[in-house]
């Protein structure tokens, strides 16, 4: 890919890699996102229905529930791809999301993970994370220009991270699915958000790095708040703590997997058994 290519393709995906501006974040709360009576409708169709939904600073959380249940249409009310209805989204006490686009919701500090991985397949693992890096996209010259030791030292702690330090000169494009994913995930950490939303993260993984990205995750909570849509069960059991509920748009449940297992509500609509 040409220097042009590679700039056009950091273009298209800018978005989903913004800059983070944490010192605006208020968390004197403890809670980084309220989602308060959320409603959207789509052609008479209700995805979400007087959501109300709060993620702690720091927590890691999963969400699951039946197809049509909401849990897309959740996550693109808080990066701004969605306008709601009706309703509020806040990113700390003071950020009101509904106001922003999806740029600047990036920028202060959300990260939006898709289940498909977007890297850059012909550029070398490291250099992903170097054009991920949080800097000045209006100054396409910086992207190129020679990494100081900081930067270096940064890309070299995401690398060891996740697990990719011994694949760092190898081209992108030849990593296994999960290392893509693994990459990705990288790429997102390297603009320091606050927040991290993640489709279906371990879909296509082997056991084994479907155990390693559950590592990485419980690694990662505390520092950062995690939200994890996940229909892998396993998964879920194995990165712990509360999980939500979502059924025809709103909370139907939560507590810890074993608790809403148990719903005999949850069992009707989504285990079905």
């Not at 009101?96 to 202060?108: G, K, R, S, V, Y």
């Not at 250099?127 to 100081?148: C, G, I, P, Q, Y």
């Not at 760092?168 to 693994?182: E, Y």
């Amino acid at each position: 890919m040409s220097e042009s290519q590679t700039t056009q393709a950091w273009e298209d995906n800018a978005p989903s890699f913004g800059h983070m501006l944490h010192e605006g974040v208020d968390l004197s709360h403890k809670v980084i996102l309220y989602l308060e009576e959320i409603s959207v409708s789509f052609d008479g169709f209700k995805a979400l229905n007087k959501l109300n939904l709060t993620i702690d600073a720091g927590e890691l959380r999963c969400i699951i529930g039946p197809n049509g249940a909401g849990k897309t249409t959740m996550m693109d009310v808080i990066t701004g791809k969605t306008r709601p209805d009706t309703g509020t989204c806040f990113f700390g006490q003071t950020i009101d999301l509904t106001t922003m686009t999806e740029p600047q919701i990036a920028h202060a500090g959300i990260g939006r993970k898709f289940q498909k991985p977007t890297i850059f397949e012909n550029h070398s693992v490291f250099e992903n994370l170097e054009l991920a890096m949080k800097t000045d996209k209006r100054a396409w010259v910086s992207l190129f220009a020679r990494l100081n030791s900081e930067g270096r030292d940064r890309i070299s702690d995401t690398l060891k991270l996740i697990r990719l330090d011994s694949e760092s000169d190898h081209q992108a494009g030849l990593l296994s699915h999960g290392q893509k994913q693994w990459l990705e995930i990288g790429m997102l950490l390297m603009q320091e958000p606050q927040l991290l939303l993640l489709d279906e993260p371990v879909a296509g993984m082997t056991d084994d790095e479907t155990e390693r990205t559950g590592e990485l995750f419980k690694t990662l909570a505390g520092k950062h708040s995690l939200v994890v849509v996940e229909h892998d069960m396993a998964f879920i059991e194995q990165l712990g703590g509360k999980v939500t509920v979502l059924h025809e748009g709103s909370v139907l449940a939560e507590g810890n997997l074993a608790t809403v297992q148990a719903d005999p509500r949850v069992i009707e609509v989504y285990l079905g058994r």
